[in-house]
């Protein structure tokens, strides 16, 4: 059951990121400019984060196997929409649908990993799951590459969204809510009752101090990946494309080898999750400041630094969603979810637009020819971001300990965050 909902967020993540590596190629079927070509990265970024808090809901009322069902039917016709669209507009919207579909998978998976697996493992299964997604994107930049040269655009798209069929075969076959039953069903709710499961969920401060855990670890990764990673090395630290290009890679590499770590240790250790992530934190912006206050260009060895550091932010903002599953009834477990799932995007789409107003704002009248101080500003606004989250994650902390230790103390319980 966890395989087949895994390959479904696996390749929900190769349609997120199979754009990457065809950037230029859309810019020439769709005659765009570089603004362009950039918004449908930053639409389907605001679409995934949009969607978090909906999907959340319909999944406490639907459950995860017919929610998962719409996402693989949504991305498939996203992704083939892509294919054949021939205008900016239509390809606009077809990625649309991809954010749509995607926005859908993730929580669902989670969702399903805390109904089927035991409550010791669902840390470990949580970072694996997570960890395992980076497949994805792994997948959509060689084969994608070679699709595209070889098979050309159409073909290579419309190729990419037939495994949706095959997915959705799978998932009806083997995919149950429970192992009890087919299909969960929550009880209807009319627009005040969803309003209040909202309100109740974000009320509990375990889902704001998951909430703000995902705000500020995986936003870094975001930010050199997705768009400024490339430039801010070429041109800023001064290493050579095929270096920069490898450094962008090594991110994924540790998200995939940091996540059973964390898994474990989060699993062993459940009272210092939110401890994990202070020092992953402190660890991502003491390697930052290394390399932006390195007179010159940083050593190798301090970019690599960064990029181990930055890697591990990704795996980290899993304990943000391993709090609301310890903090929540199960009937508010994938709203609770949707909520925290936002905060990560929401700062990702902050950070990306900060650096480059900041880019903008210091190199007036240059299209990219930024210079390495306008880079060190541009990049430093990271740290507000980091401050924010991490006094709030130190502030919520300690109302959660002090909730647990007040309901230990008059249930006689031993459950701990």
Known sequence: MWGVALAIYVVAVFHRTSLAVAGLAATERFDLTASQLGTFTMLQLLVYA??????????DRLGPRTVLTASVITVSLGQAGFALAESYPAALAA????????AMTFICVLRLVSTWFDQRRIPLITQLTGSSG??????????????LTELGWTTSYLVAAAIGPVLLAALLLVVHDSPARRHERGHPMSRLQLVGSLRASWSQPGT??????????PFSAHVLVLLWGFPFL??????????????????????????????????????????????TIVAMAATWALVLAWPGDAPL?????MIVAVGCGGPASMIGFDVARTSNPPARLASATGIINVAGFFAAVVAVFSVGAVLDLMTPGS????PDSAWRVAMGVQFVLWGVG????????????????????ESGSTMVL
């Open 50 to 59: 949009a969607m978090q808090i909906p999907v959340g809901l319909l999944i």
């Open 301 to 305: 060895w301090a970019l690599v630094l």
């Open 367 to 370: 299209s990219s020819d930024y």
């Open 208 to 217: 704001r101090l998951g909430f703000w855990v995902h705000f500020a670890t």
């Open 234 to 279: 070429v041109v800023s630290e001064g290493v050579s494309e095929t270096t920069a290009g490898a450094l962008l890679s090594l991110i994924i590499v540790i998200v995939v080898l940091a996540g059973p770590v964390l898994g474990w240790l989060v699993g062993n250790h459940p009272w210092h999750r939110s401890t994990v992530a202070l020092a």
């Open 95 to 102: 990625r649309a649908l991809v954010g749509m579909g995607d």
């Open 390 to 409: 991490a006094l709030q994650i130190w502030r919520y902390r300690r109302i959660v300990r002090q909730t647990i230790g007040r309901d230990a103390v």
């Open 134 to 147: 980076q497949i994805g994107a792994i997948a959509a930049a060689v084969p994608m590459t070679w699709a």
